[in-house]
C-alpha cells in the first residue's frame, strides 16, 4: 500500500471513530437504554469537560503552573459569586474585575 493510499486510509478510520460513537446516540435514540449507573456517570460529563478546559488555563502561566497568579484569584471570586447570587452577570463582572484589579496592582 502506497503512502497516499494509507494516509486516506487513517483519515477514514479516523472519521469512523470519532463519528459512530457519537451517531449512535442519534440512530439509536430510545430503542436502547443505558444502565443507571452509565446514566447518572454521564450527568457529570459537561462538568468535568469543562473543568478539564478551564483548570490548566487557570493554574499554568507562561507554561509553568503558577497557585498563586491573577487568573486564580478571579477564577474564586467568580465561583463564589456565582455560589451566593443566582445573578448570571455577578461572577462575570466580579471575576473579572479581580483579575483585572491584581493585574493592575502587581505592575
Same mark, same amino acid.
Not at 57 to 72: A, Q, S, W, Y
Given at each position: 500500500m502506497n503512502y497516499d493510499a494509507s494516509l486516506w486510509l487513517i483519515f477514514i478510520l479516523i472519521g469512523l471513530a470519532t463519528t459512530l460513537p457519537r451517531a449512535s446516540f442519534i440512530v439509536l435514540g430510545n430503542r436502547v437504554v443505558l444502565p443507571s449507573v452509565l446514566q447518572r456517570a454521564l450527568r457529570y460529563a459537561p462538568a468535568a469537560a469543562l473543568a478539564a478546559i478551564v483548570v490548566p488555563? $487557570?493554574? #499554568? #502561566? +507562561? +507554561?509553568?503552573?503558577? $497557585?498563586?497568579?491573577?487568573?486564580?484569584a478571579g477564577a474564586i471570586v467568580a465561583v463564589a459569586a456565582a455560589a451566593l447570587s443566582r445573578n448570571p452577570w455577578l461572577p462575570f463582572i466580579g471575576g473579572m474585575a479581580a483579575l483585572l484589579g491584581i493585574r493592575y496592582l502587581s505592575g
Open positions: 488555563d $487557570v493554574l #499554568v #502561566v +507562561g +507554561g509553568t503552573l503558577e $497557585v498563586f497568579n491573577p487568573k486564580l
